[in-house]
């Protein structure tokens, strides 16, 4: 299906000019060969989030994730450092931990009872010379740990590249740390179970990102959001190849009389604006003076997507002080009733494209250049 000249040609239409380009064909949305082609492509090949540095806050903390069927464990270090390592012991390659706990010593594999630091290395092999002899001269403890995989936090969330070919994170993202170069390096303080929300969606992970995308849906699908941020007051944010978004300029949330603390030292600009950027291919940013968000994307199936958001403030206070404890929750009640307005619209488009008619759809050369964008880029990178 993937390989034949027709999927090509319609990969080469969603390359047009957004004027002329058609979108991302219906066996993309509607496959599991699809997301096992978007495994290969898309999400192994380069940089992709698989979750956030708060899942893991404390030293020894370590999380089983399951990305796409490669079975990684996130580590915080004793230096507080996140890592990421495949989830499976170097001796026989058994799971090595099942379900989130914070490990005191050293993570023991269930198996043999290998044992290994939380910075990966090999540290223990019982019996491995036979009954009471713990060593061996073919097992090299230098060459036998945790096999590490290439790792990077932006706004902690958590990014990690499969293949290990993939440029250097800081050159990835290097057009995104531009566009939120206000916010990013700064240090963000996590809100706490009150601060984090998630939808598992009956939908096509690609379909939640392109909505999250474009600002063009917002006068029917939010009109109460639409009641003060206009579809007027939004803008395009784009960097082909890397990210596309929104933004909007009259950014003015009612907190009641004390407001969330600001983050200290931004341009003025940040009074009023706040951007949206879909950083390709499974996250997106928030970016507001008082707090920020980002919401992970993890595909369960091609028509199975969980979107995960988790909010973070300027200040430790802010974010787990007594006094901004109500305000928390209710800022995370709007946003999960903003977020929760999309949903009808995900699945309906994952229905939708069970139409045989339906070739891709085309794009608004106006309002959905940031849509096509993000088509673009993997229409490029599924190319091969």
Excluded at 92 to 98: A, D, N, P, T
Excluded at 122 to 136: D, E, F, K, M, Q
Aim: glycine share 10%; proline share 7%; net charge negative.
């Amino acid at each position: 299906m993937f390989a034949t000249p027709r999927f090509a040609a319609e990969l080469d239409a969603v390359l047009q000019p957004v004027g002329r380009a058609r979108g991302l064909p219906n066996a993309l949305y509607t496959s599991p060969e699809a997301l096992a082609l978007e495994r290969e492509r898309l999400f192994h090949s380069g940089w992709a989030s698989i979750g956030f540095g708060a899942d893991v806050p404390e030293p020894g903390d370590a999380l089983p994730v399951d990305w796409l069927g490669a079975p990684l464990l996130m580590v915080r270090d004793r230096e507080g450092r996140v890592r990421v390592f495949e989830n499976v012991c170097r001796h026989r390659g058994m799971i090595l931990v099942e379900e989130k706990r914070n490990f005191a010593g050293v993570i023991r594999c269930p198996y043999h009872s290998w044992c290994y630091s939380l910075d990966g290395r090999l540290r223990a092999t019982p019996h491995v010379g036979g009954p009471g002899i713990n060593a061996h001269e073919s097992i090299d403890p230098e060459t036998t740990g945790l096999t590490e995989i290439r790792s990077a936090m932006l706004l902690d969330v958590v990014f990690v590249n499969m293949d290990g070919r993939a440029p250097d994170f800081a050159e990835w993202s290097a057009g995104l740390r531009s566009q939120i170069g206000d916010f990013a390096g700064r240090e963000i303080f996590h809100g706490g179970p009150e601060s984090g929300f998630s939808f598992d969606l009956n939908t096509n992970w690609k379909l939640v990102l392109e909505n999250n995308a474009e600002s063009y849906h917002l006068p029917w699908v939010h009109p109460g959001l639409s009641a003060y941020s206009r579809l007027e007051d939004h803008y395009h944010l784009e960097e082909r190849g890397g990210y596309s978004g929104q933004g909007t300029l009259v950014y003015a949330p009612d907190y009641g009389p004390v407001p969330f603390p600001n983050f200290e030292g931004l341009p003025q600009r940040w009074e009023t604006a706040a951007e949206y950027p879909c950083f390709y291919p499974n996250t997106f940013f928030a970016v507001h003076r008082d707090h920020v968000w980002a919401a992970h994307l993890k595909p369960l199936a091609h028509d199975r997507t969980i979107e995960r958001i988790e909010i973070y403030y300027a200040t430790e206070e802010a974010a787990k002080g007594e006094r901004f404890r109500a305000m928390r929750a209710d800022n995370a009640e709007r946003w999960k009733s903003v977020l929760a307005e999309d949903v009808f619209v995900t699945e309906g488009m994952q229905r939708g494209r069970g139409a045989a008619g339906f070739a891709g759809g085309v794009f608004s050369p106006v309002m959905d250049s940031p849509t096509h964008a993000f088509h673009a880029w993997a229409a490029a990178r599924l190319a091969g």
